[in-house]
């Protein structure tokens, strides 16, 4: 198993970059690698991601996913394998710190790249630079969703509270 883990600050709140990062058709706007994303259900994307004339489509299943915190992930295909997550943490005045941690299980001729030293690590390092480069670039979301995966079952978005009115009194 090979296992990357790499964490970039970014100069947007929390909300601002967690909300990015749920909108996974916008992906091939900033990410080199990732060519197409397809939401098939709330918790199972469908990703085509490639290098050169290497493609390769997946199917993935969210498994954790908590507002403003973090969102896990699995492949459902055998080769190779990998999961993943991405966490968000307020850092200094309005930025946010971006750690994720993959995953990968090289098999068969599609995970030859996998075992290249230090391949995965800098493919992770230059996407997360991307998506800062992006986020920063656009200063607010392009979307948001904001529900909750539990185990792989979803929970609805939980309302936003309401906003106190201010009563406005006729002035005569």
């Known amino acids: 198993m090979n296992t990357v883990n790499e964490t970039i600050e970014i100069a947007v709140p929390v909300r601002t970059a967690y909300d990015q990062w749920t909108q996974f058709k916008s992906f091939p706007r900033f990410m080199t690698v990732v060519k197409r994303v397809e939401q098939v259900k709330p918790n199972v994307t469908t990703w085509v991601i490639g290098v050169g004339p290497v493609c390769r489509e997946f199917e993935a299943e969210i498994v954790e996913q908590e507002p403003d915190t973090r ?18 943490r307020p850092t200094a005045e309005g930025s946010t710190s971006v750690s994720l941690r ?19 690590r800098r493919v992770v390092r230059a996407e997360l630079g991307h998506f800062k480069e992006y986020i920063e670039g656009l200063g607010e979301a392009g979307g948001s969703w904001r529900g909750t995966i539990r185990h792989g079952h979803v929970r609805p978005a939980e309302a936003e509270p309401p906003r106190s009115q201010v009563p406005c009194w006729p002035v005569g």
């Open 71 to 88: 969102v896990a992930w699995r492949s459902l295909e055998r080769r190779p394998s990998h999961r993943g997550e991405v966490s968000f």
């Open 102 to 120: 993959l995953e990968v299980e090289p098999r068969g001729v599609a995970g030859a790249l996998t075992v290249v030293p230090g391949l995965t």
